[in-house]
T-cell receptor, first 111, second 115 residues
């Protein structure tokens, strides 16, 4: 069973559209995250969501919004997509010390 | 603020030889965790190894070991007996020791294993 799964793996969409990426973890972890990996492979935190407490990276545009229907799910919704949003987005979850697992990534391409 | 530096953008290693990937860090936190991840060309982030700042012994996981030198603020990854499948990007990351905290990543090292 996949511990952290996100869908879709690939997403191609036009500028201005609204899209969502879904993430689910079956590990019972309390904390989930979204990371962005840019074209130079640099990974940066976007959001951390821990027991309904949202911690936002202030550099993330407010067009990006995480939504957590329950502890096992953290979805990423993006409004009014721009060309610069093209990247790979990773969901992750953590709980105990040393356990920090990532999903397989979603490659978003905005055209 | 935390900072991770990986000074080797790319490295070659001969198959079956050992290789060390460098990672230095900077933090003012008294306790923290250090992670290494592998990202193959398929794109997923694969967890390799973890070291807590107060762990007495260096972490090992199969062919992976972490050479942790706290005074020098370094956490180098050693891969023994390299295999062709080890060719990938490798990322060093750190975070506060408590669960539920964000990781700061280095820029990565691309390792290429030569047959």
């Amino acid at each position: 069973d996949t511990a952290v799964s996100q869908t879709p793996k690939y997403l191609v969409t036009q500028m201005g559209n609204d899209k969502s990426i879904k993430c689910e973890q079956n590990l019972g972890h309390d904390t989930m995250y979204w990371y962005k990996q840019d074209s130079k492979k640099f990974l940066k935190i976007m959001f951390s969501y821990n027991n309904k407490e949202l911690i936002i990276n202030e550099t993330v545009p407010n067009r990006f919004s995480p939504k957590s229907p329950d502890k096992a799910h953290l979805n990423l919704h993006i409004n009014s997509l721009e060309l610069g949003d093209s990247a790979v987005y990773f969901c992750a979850s953590s709980q105990v010390q040393g356990v920090y697992l990532f999903g397989q990534g979603t490659r978003l391409t905005v055209v | 603020a935390q900072k991770i530096t990986q000074t080797q953008p790319g490295m070659f290693v001969q198959e079956k030889e050992a290789v060390t990937l460098d990672c230095t860090y900077d933090t003012s936190d008294p306790s923290y965790g250090l992670f290494w991840y592998k990202q193959p060309s398929s794109g997923e982030m694969i967890f390799l190894i973890y070291q807590g700042s107060y762990d007495q012994q260096n972490a090992t996981e199969g062919r992976y070991s972490l050479n942790f030198q706290k005074a020098r603020k370094s956490a180098n990854l050693v891969i023994s007996a390299s295999q062709l499948g080890d060719s990938a990007m490798y990322f060093c990351a750190m975070g506060p020791k408590n669960a539920g905290n964000m990781l700061t990543f280095g820029g990565g090292t691309r390792l290429m294993v030569k047959p």
